[in-house]
């Protein structure tokens, strides 16, 4: 007996040990560049919350999809009104919270009331603030009432922001997430990794391949580069280190995908600090400003120069970027104009991604040339979204916005460039409330040359969407136009 036990156990090693013959994969570890600072995508503004939750731990009505298009997730269907004002869906039935709660049509109501509140962090808080009424006649059915047409509800509705959340658990989101969707958090290690695990209560969780995902927090671009290569990551979406691409390339070990993303990579100025408040102090700050010098020296030449809000993939784009062309003559003036005294010092904060860090200096430099001295402050995420964001305490900030169609942003004047324009902010009401898609775009065209009028910001370029990953790995997105990382599409080969 114990010849036969030994028999079977040294044929399990060899069958192992032999080419060819593996388990199959169901795990993944996914690289990312910044760490959420909580998990909740529906009360704070970073991005990377997205990239870990949405799909995975939460789900919204509707679902944004690689190619931009809008499909049902909680939703099985919708109806829109003729005049874009009611907006009724109808719920898939019998789905749960990962705490057995069941999902109804009230879930949603308090969801939307919630982040349209007063005290609301939601970043999207307008679109919410812009429904009249919810009803729900019964559990699996939602009315939406706009005050005005909202053409762009239903990709409102797919994003991090609309996630849908247990009434129970709302307060408790940032540290133990609570959704409807396929995975649930396992662990958190800050400042290191994160896991979530594959949860068998989802509705089709025989559908889901991978049973463990695990995020790993990697900031600096070299370490990004010896993960990959030890095979300690699986795939990094939003690669920072392009100049290392060239090596991945030539490697048949793994993938590289390059497409557009929704980011909109800007030069933020404090609107409403002088001298910044003065248009032409702006505008010189725009003129002196070289897209194609930033675009190839920090980002290895990836990247598509905008000269407004939106990107080229977006309903609407008109390209701006010659209003304000590499003129520094042009920006001396200005500034001579507005009677500012060089050297004019200004601080220029830069949060971790390499495309801040990296475009901050050669701007710093092309800043210089024109009188303007602006002092590089590295932050971390938290002091950036504190100081930044919050407190509104910077001169100048490099960032991307990577959210779909948020010129709105500009309509809010307490937002974080401190942007008050009336004028604008009359345009934009056209927007929300276009009756069609023709009306739509023009709509959008008069607030992109608005804010480009108005330079408000230096529109530098769109964000590539660049993922390294193992050639064997299937299922991740190539185009992003949000940032997430779909854990149920992705699949071993």
Known sequence: MRR???????????????????????????GMVLEPPGLDPTSAPASAIGEVTQ????????????????????????DFSPDL??????????????????????????????????????????????IESIETPDPTTVVLKFKEPSFEALFHLGMDTAVILDEKSAAGEATSPVGTGPYKLSSWTKGSSLTVDKWDGFRDAAKIPLTRATFRFISDPSAAVAAMLAGDVDAFPRFANVEALGQFKSDPRFQ??????????????????????????????????????????????????????????????????????????????????AGVTTPLELSLILPPPPYARQSGEIIAAELAEVGINAKIQDVEWAQWLSGVYKDKNYDLTIISHVEPLDIGIYANPNYYFQYDSPAFQAIYAKVTSAPNLEAFKAALGDAQKKIAEDSVNAFLFQLPNVTVADAKLKGLWKNAPIFVNDLSAMSWQ
């Open 85 to 130: 004002k009611t907006l009724t869906f109808t719920l898939k039935p019998n789905v749960k919270f990962q705490d057995d709660e069941p999902f109804t049509s009230k879930d949603v109501k308090f969801s939307f009331d919630r982040f349209a509140a007063k005290d609301s962090t939601n970043k999207d808080k307008g679109f919410f603030a812009s």
């Open 4 to 30: 036969v036990s030994r028999f079977v156990f040294m044929l399990g090693v060899a069958l192992c040990a032999a080419p060819g013959f593996a388990f199959a994969k169901d795990s993944v570890t996914i």
């Open 256 to 337: 590289v995908l390059v497409g557009g993303t929704e980011g909109k990579t800007i030069l933020a100025m404090n609107n409403k600090k002088k001298p910044l408040d003065d248009l032409k102090v702006r505008q010189a700050i725009a003129y002196a400003i070289d897209r194609k010098a930033i675009i190839d020296g920090a980002m290895n030449g990836l990247g598509t120069p905008i000269g407004s809000h939106l990107t080229p993939n977006d309903p609407g784009y008109i390209d701006l970027t010659g209003m304000y062309p590499h003129d520094p003559e042009k920006a001396k003036a200005l500034l001579k104009e």
């Open 55 to 78: 799909y995975n731990i939460f789900e919204g009505l509707t679902k944004i999809n690689e190619d931009f298009s809008v499909t049902p997730l909680l939703a099985e269907k919708w």
